[in-house]
């Protein structure tokens, strides 16, 4: 498992940047690569393309982490701009009126615990949000998604980020009012 550091947050940043293509600088970045990772169907798809190997190296991963990089890396391929300010969950949420996601989506992308399950959900999360997101908050998310100390409390944060609460008291009465 790719450990959640800050050094390892940071590899994965780098590489999204040189992946994608930069139109204020004109850097072209690798428009194959990123093809190839979005149109990868499954996580072993993804995990044959060059770009991923390049992400193993960067992070120094083994064979048993093939799985949770080429996960990383497929997800990131769908995220085109990188945004600051709001997080993946709560912009998913929207405070006023409808949310983006529904809550039963939502609840799909917190129970996926396959490799090509997470990878349908969070496709669609960004596909919702028009392939634009915090960079940041996607990768702490991914790092944290699978590793056995961190999925829970995340998974926990973007349920009350999506429904934009610290409250408990507020998050249950929302949680008792979704119920079918």
């Known amino acids: 498992m790719i450990k959640p550091t ?9 590489w999204w940047r040189d992946m994608h293509p930069d139109k204020q600088s004109g850097y072209r970045g690798d428009r194959a690569g990123i093809a190839k990772l979005r149109h990868a169907g ?27 990089v080429a996960l990383i890396a497929a997800v990131l391929a ?12 709560r912009a998913l ?17 917190l129970e996926a615990t396959e490799p090509d399950a997470q990878l349908t ?5 960004l596909a919702l949000l028009k392939h634009k997101g915090n960079l940041n908050d996607l990768v702490q998310s991914l790092l944290d998604w699978n590793d056995p100390y961190r999925r829970d409390a995340r998974r926990q944060r973007w ?15 929302i949680a008792v009012e979704a119920q079918p």
């Open 6 to 14: 800050p050094e390892n947050a940071k590899i994965i940043q780098s």
């Open 78 to 89: 769908d995220l085109r701009e990188a945004a600051s300010g709001e997080n993946i969950a």
């Open 42 to 68: 499954t996580v072993m798809e993804a995990s044959m393309e060059p770009a991923v190997l390049g992400l193993c190296r960067g992070l120094r991963a083994g064979p048993a982490d093939m799985n949770h």
């Open 121 to 125: 959900a969070f496709r669609r999360a």
């Open 93 to 109: 949420g929207q405070p006023e009126g409808t949310p983006l996601c529904s809550a039963s989506r939502f609840r799909r992308i």
């Open 159 to 173: 349920l009350y980020d999506y429904y934009q609460t610290n409250d408990p008291e507020k998050f249950s009465s």
